[in-house]
């Protein structure tokens, strides 16, 4: 098992320019999220998706946006990048439907750095 | 509302020392809580969680944590540190009763191993 992959591993933009960011899980995973990482912050959740065909904003989803392709992926797209969203971006996966309890681990991929000049 | 405050943004050890990385929680109802370590420039991967079981959880590599409601805590600690312990460390807590799968995550608290 490949776990989560995400792809690309980095990432340099320009201002305005759109991008996407895959995500893929092999773990046959309910849930899937989109997150990002800030120096001197923890990650904060920009997207969920709880199951496939449903999407939920997380706590920063002003810029982005989602798409649950099917059960294995959950792509995030800037569609006009700005220098504000120069971030590691964790996709992460866990087994939980909703409305199970919420001791269910999240399991990480290996992060995409974007930096947008 | 749930959170988490690390205490610490940054702790140093010698090689052989104990470790004790400090975590604090708020929750509006009994939490899940979760302590993940990120090196670097890699994902992070899960130490060990409290699932409202045993207080004394055990993890990976010689880590175990220990709930204390009454203090609201969930220090992490190992007995003696290892020089690939050095990393980041994420303390996280996940409301059973939020009906989202969401984590909130702490700051983070980089330990820094000596030899």
């Known amino acids: 098992n490949a776990g989560v992959t995400q792809t690309p591993k980095f990432q340099v933009l320009k201002t305005g320019q759109s991008m996407t960011l895959q995500c893929a899980q092999d773990?046959?995973?309910?849930?899937m999220y989109w997150y990002r990482q800030d120096p001197g912050m923890g990650l904060r959740l920009i997207y969920y998706?709880?199951?496939?065909?449903?999407?939920d904003k997380g706590e920063v989803p002003n810029g982005y946006n989602v798409s649950r392709l099917n059960k294995r992926e959950f792509s995030l797209r800037l569609e006009s990048a700005a220098p504000s969203q120069t971030s590691v971006y964790f996709c992460?996966?866990?087994?939980?439907?909703?409305?199970?309890?919420?001791?269910?681990?999240?399991?990480f991929g290996p992060g995409t750095r974007l930096t947008v000049l | 509302a749930q959170s988490v405050t690390q205490l610490d943004s940054h702790v140093s050890v010698s090689e052989g020392t104990p470790v004790l990385l400090r975590c604090n929680y708020s929750?509006?109802?009994?939490?899940?809580l979760f302590w993940y370590v990120q090196h670097p420039n890699k994902g992070l991967q899960l130490l060990l969680k409290?699932?409202?079981?045993?207080?004394l959880v055990k993890g990976i590599n010689g880590f175990e944590a220990e709930f204390k409601k009454s203090e609201t805590s969930f220090h992490l600690t190992k007995p003696s540190a290892h020089m690939s312990d050095a990393a980041e460390y994420f303390c996280?807590?996940?409301?059973?009763?939020?009906?989202?799968?969401?984590?909130?995550f702490g700051s983070g608290t980089r330990l820094q191993v000596q030899p």
């Open positions: 773990m046959n995973h309910n849930s």
């Open positions: 996280v807590v996940r409301g059973v009763n939020t009906g989202r799968r969401a984590l909130t």
């Open positions: 409290y699932t409202s079981a045993a207080t």
């Open positions: 998706s709880a199951s496939e065909g449903t999407t």
């Open positions: 992460a996966s866990s087994e939980a439907l909703l409305g199970a309890g919420g001791a269910d681990t999240q399991y």
């Open positions: 929750s509006s109802y009994s939490p899940s």
